[in-house]
């Protein structure tokens, strides 16, 4: 065979190669278009979701806050009632206290912003997923509400149950002490001069 048949028989698969590289990229860019289409077309569907459901959003936020400062708000009064006659057991735990209400405004405010993210998310819900959401984030701040009144019941009664443990305590080493204390004063007076 010489060179020039060489160079045609080579010629036809280039162009095949060329073809079908043009093809495929032909076919990616198509693709890549319509992609883009269907992506804005759901971008603004999900922004007039959104838009339309804002104002429902804002005030169940705004209602759930309220009600959340309103029982925050009777807790301390009971709290504040329950601790009235021991101030000075008060004030030697109310490091422990703040902590306490700073850790559970925390994750009061790492539970709204996690809803609000879901909320945010979930821009194309209908009527009846909106309201199933809804009750379903009642019934969480319902059952947290509940298990933070269990925690700080529990906590306050491990602090009852350690106070009286230390007076007890208290009593055991002192008693004692004090026993030894009277008897000592007593033979003190009995060896003075009258």
């Given at each position: 065979?010489?060179?020039?048949?060489?160079?045609?028989?080579?010629?036809?698969?280039?162009?095949?190669?060329?073809?079908?590289?043009?093809?495929?990229?032909?076919?990616?860019?198509?693709?890549?278009?319509?992609?883009?289409?269907?992506?804005?077309?759901?971008?603004?569907?999900?922004?007039?979701?959104?838009?339309?459901?804002?104002e429902k959003i804002n005030k169940f936020l705004k209602d759930t806050k309220e009600n959340w400062d309103v029982t925050l708000k009777d807790w301390g009064t009971e709290f504040k009632n329950?601790?009235k006659d021991n101030k000075e057991l008060w004030n030697n735990n109310l490091g422990k206290i703040n902590t306490y209400f700073k850790n559970t405004q925390e994750t009061w405010d790492n539970?709204?912003?996690?809803?609000?993210?879901?909320?945010?998310?979930?821009?194309?819900?209908?009527?009846?997923?909106?309201?199933?959401?809804?009750?379903?984030?009642?019934?969480?701040?319902?059952?947290?509400?509940?298990?933070?009144?269990?925690?700080?019941?529990?906590?306050?009664?491990?602090?009852?149950?350690?106070?009286?443990?230390?007076?007890?305590?208290?009593?055991?080493?002192?008693?004692?002490?004090?026993?030894?204390?009277?008897?000592?004063?007593?033979?003190?007076?009995?060896?003075?001069?009258?």
């Amino acid at each position: 065979m010489s060179e020039k048949e060489n160079i045609d028989e080579t010629k036809p698969i280039e162009n095949l190669l060329f073809k079908g590289w043009n093809d495929f990229v032909s076919s990616i860019t198509d693709g890549y278009n319509k992609f883009q289409k269907s992506i804005e077309e759901t971008t603004k569907k999900n922004t007039e979701s959104w838009n339309q459901n804002q104002e429902k959003i804002n005030k169940f936020l705004k209602d759930t806050k309220e009600n959340w400062d309103v029982t925050l708000k009777d807790w301390g009064t009971e709290f504040k009632n329950t601790h009235k006659d021991n101030k000075e057991l008060w004030n030697n735990n109310l490091g422990k206290i703040n902590t306490y209400f700073k850790n559970t405004q925390e994750t009061w405010d790492n539970k709204l912003k996690e809803w609000t993210n879901d909320l945010e998310k979930r821009q194309i819900e209908n009527k009846e997923q909106w309201e199933a959401r809804k009750q379903k984030i009642n019934q969480d701040i319902k059952s947290w509400q509940k298990q933070t009144k269990r925690d700080w019941e529990k906590g306050l009664k491990s602090f009852r149950r350690e106070m009286i443990k230390g007076s007890y305590m208290f009593l055991i080493f002192m008693l004692p002490i004090l026993v030894v204390f009277v008897i000592i004063m007593y033979y003190l007076t009995q060896f003075l001069p009258k």
